[in-house]
């Protein structure tokens, strides 16, 4: 007998979980496995349905990720995107070849055949593609059911079995049917919209005393909205055996030790000791200039400070963090062979031995995702709509070395940028704002006299998930107001930029 859920098999898409994300969003739950996935574990799930994502990879070439024929063994609908819809006409006879006309980005869809999967959708809609490789020739039992002006087969289906492919990205949301589109799927496979996020903290909390065991568990507390969702779920599963601590870095913000000790802590009633290890990180910083070199250095001085500070518990077998998806994917490929494209200090930074066994129950979950859970939690909006604020802190928007004379003037201008930003209503506008300190100075007049002193640089961001982003529009006034009282009230700096890059290609934080 199935489960009423979604097995998603990863060939390597940077937007894998995103598939993951709008399947729970319509209310079923979801689950990813590996590529390499062997039968026993895809049968073992038990699945309603299951998605192939999309890829990296050419089908045909070798090392690629292969199609495991269990999932047909299932009995259960399919979906295949992109890589997925390649991979499966290959699997069942089909013939693949190099797309003349490759396809990146916008493309319109124009359905052509009848379908479940396309009810109550426009004719023509605009989708986004991301391939090189096409399905030349279907297999015998396909038909197709959408194409664009260079694509015959964008959509395609075996109806009699459920097989079903498009070789656009209906999970992204520059897909305008993706979303129904992925309803149309969830609903011919007979599924149920009953995953919440009520639920999720009743797996969640199982899942935790299960594997704690009434074990001492060690929780990184930042401030920031993952690490204090992370610690009120824990105090929830574990109650007293859940031990708090904030590492002051000296890479902090402003305020940001009062603000964790005297408000998230004493609100959410936890057991919390501060640790003062600022000298410690500055000294291993020291002309350490390259990003990665400085995202490692602090995820290993962190877990040395933590693993210090569980010894003076006596036995503690669990260290709990914050990190999400977008931690994950970038730093690591957890669920297939996609890129790395840099290391979190809580992820790739963390070093191979650990005396510690890390507890992270949000890896799943993406930054607003944590936001419902933190409502759900019972949290002050105050705390949930904190701004994200980078593991590493200061040190990566501080580009080049990091010492204490550059900290204090990315202190002092990014506390200015806050207090604009909120003054003129942005706050909950954007996805993050921020100042970084440029490892370059530029002549200056400040009182007839000439300056040679530091840039400063303004990001600010609009996002869903932090998968993507696009630049703020801040209005000329509030960019004008932030500048000028930068130069003015900042010792060291004489010029101030806007950042105007999306993500792609650019990442939100420069380091």
Same mark, same amino acid.
């Given at each position: 007998m199935t489960a009423n859920k979604v097995l998603i098999i990863d060939y390597g898409s940077q937007v894998t979980q995103l598939i993951a994300r709008r399947v729970r969003e319509a209310g079923v739950y979801s689950e990813i496995l590996p590529a390499w996935a062997t039968a026993a574990e895809i049968k073992g799930r038990r699945p309603g349905a299951v998605i192939l994502s999309g890829g990296p990879s050419s089908v045909v070439d070798p090392g690629a990720p292969a199609f495991n024929e269990a999932i047909l063994e299932l009995g259960v609908p399919v979906l295949g995107i992109c890589y997925g819809l390649q991979l499966l006409a290959h699997a069942l006879g089909g013939v693949l070849a190099t797309a003349e006309d490759r396809e990146y980005g916008p493309a319109q869809l124009e359905i052509t055949g009848e379908s479940p999967l396309f009810e109550g959708l426009p004719k023509s809609s605009r989708v986004w593609m991301s391939h090189g490789d096409k399905v030349d020739v279907l297999p015998s039992c396909f038909k197709v059911l959408a194409g664009t002006k260079n694509l015959k087969a964008a959509a395609a289906a075996d109806e009699t079995r459920r097989i079903y492919g498009v070789q656009f990205h209906p999970e992204v949301h520059h897909t305008e049917i993706g979303e129904q589109l992925i309803k149309n799927f969830l609903r011919l496979a007979g599924l149920k919209p009953d995953w919440n996020m009520a639920s999720f903290v009743e797996r969640s909390l199982a899942e935790i005393k299960k594997r704690t065991g009434g074990g001492k568990v060690l929780c990184a507390l930042s401030g920031g909205v993952d690490s204090t969702v992370t610690a009120a779920l824990l105090a929830r599963a574990v109650g007293p055996d859940l031990y708090c601590v904030f590492v002051d870095n000296g890479l902090l913000r402003q305020g940001e030790v009062e603000e964790v000790r005297d408000k998230i802590a004493a609100h959410c009633r936890l057991n919390l000791t501060v640790v003062d290890a600022a000298d410690l990180f500055l000294a291993r910083l020291a002309g350490v200039e390259e990003p990665e070199a400085k995202r490692k250095i602090i995820g290993h001085t962190f877990i040395e400070v933590f693993e210090k500070e569980a010894a003076k518990l006596g036995r503690v077998d669990f260290l709990a963090q914050g990190t999400l998806y977008p931690d994950v994917i970038e730093s690591?490929?957890?669920? !297939?062979?996609?890129?790395?494209?840099?290391?979190?200090? /809580?992820?790739?930074?963390?070093?191979?031995?650990? /005396?510690? *066994?890390?507890?992270?129950? +949000?890896?799943? +979950?993406?930054? $607003?995702?944590?936001r419902v859970l933190g409502a759900e939690l019972g949290l002050p909006?105050?705390?949930? #709509?904190?701004?994200?604020?980078? =593991?590493? =802190?200061?040190?990566?928007?501080?580009?080049?070395?990091? $010492? *204490?004379?550059?900290?204090?003037?990315? &202190?002092? %201008?990014? @506390?200015? @940028?806050?207090?604009?930003? &909120? *003054? %003129? =209503?942005?706050?909950?506008?954007? #996805?993050? !704002?921020? *100042?970084?300190?440029?490892? +370059?100075?530029?002549? !200056?007049?400040? =009182? $007839? !006299?000439?300056?040679?002193? /530091?840039?400063?640089?303004? &990001?600010?961001?609009?996002?869903? $998930? %932090?998968?993507?982003?696009? #630049? %703020? &529009?801040?209005?000329?006034?509030?960019?004008?107001a932030i500048s000028r009282r930068i130069i003015n009230e900042v010792s060291g700096v004489n010029r101030v930029v806007y950042d105007i890059s999306s993500k792609p290609p650019s990442t939100i934080e420069w380091e």
């Open positions: 690591v490929s957890p669920h !297939g062979p996609s890129a790395v494209i840099k290391s979190h200090h /809580n992820v790739g930074g963390l070093p191979e031995k650990m /005396n510690l *066994a890390l507890i992270e129950p +949000l890896r799943e +979950l993406f930054k $607003d995702e944590v909006e105050e705390f949930i #709509w904190r701004q994200p604020f980078p =593991g590493p =802190g200061l040190a990566i928007r501080i580009i080049g070395a990091v $010492d *204490a004379e550059r900290l204090k003037i990315l &202190r002092e %201008a990014d @506390v200015i @940028v806050q207090q604009e930003i &909120r *003054a %003129a =209503g942005w706050s909950n506008k954007i #996805w993050q !704002g921020f *100042a970084l300190l440029l490892p +370059l100075k530029t002549v !200056g007049v400040m =009182g $007839d !006299g000439r300056t040679y002193e /530091n840039v400063a640089a303004l &990001r600010a961001v609009t996002s869903v $998930d %932090a998968m993507t982003a696009d #630049w %703020a &529009r801040l209005p000329y006034e509030l960019l004008e």
